[in-house]
């Protein structure tokens, strides 16, 4: 996932117009297929980016991304008695230049279960949805980014890689 934000320190941040744009890209398996013996698993999702738009801390210290929600389409077949999972991983930080904030500042939330909440991270794949079993759902996620003056003003980016799996 891809996040841009370009920025500089000012002396007084709340004076001047905070600029804040983050675009997340996708490196999807966009309906890839992967047949492993008689299992078959498709992963969908309908953004292949998302940005977070300029907004006050003060007043909105969690800014939704313009493009919520996102649609994420599960499909398992062949796997009657098996688990399934769908993981998130980020390739890094948000990064512009030599700034960075971290990407755990990057939430999500997710309906219906079994779909379910979460916070990018950088080192260890964070689960989306999880069961047991052939599945075709569709899940709605938003994603959130937590607000702040400490952050520099600019366009960061990140790649983020959805990986579905099914012995």
């Not at 992967?34 to 940005?51: E, G, P, Q």
């Not at 499909?75 to 980020?90: I, K």
């Amino acid at each position: 996932m891809k996040a841009l934000i370009s920025s500089k320190k000012a002396p007084n941040m709340k004076r001047l117009s905070h600029i804040l744009t983050i675009v997340i890209c996708f490196l999807l398996l966009c309906a890839v297929e992967t047949a492993l013996a008689a299992v078959k698993v498709t992963l969908t999702l309908n953004r292949a980016a998302i940005n977070f738009p300029s907004d006050d801390p003060d007043t909105v210290p969690s800014v939704p991304a313009s493009e919520n929600p996102m649609t994420i389409t599960v499909r398992v077949t062949g796997n009657p008695h098996n688990n399934w999972r769908l993981q998130v991983l980020a390739s890094g930080d948000l990064v512009s230049g030599s700034d960075v904030i971290a990407i755990s500042n990057v939430s999500w939330t997710a309906s219906p279960l079994p779909f379910i909440d979460g916070r990018l991270d950088k080192t260890a794949l964070q689960t989306v949805a999880s069961g047991t079993g052939n599945a075709n759902l569709n899940g709605s996620v938003s994603f959130y980014f937590k607000n702040s003056w400490d952050y520099l003003i600019g366009n960061y980016s990140q790649i983020i890689t959805y990986t579905l799996t099914a012995p």
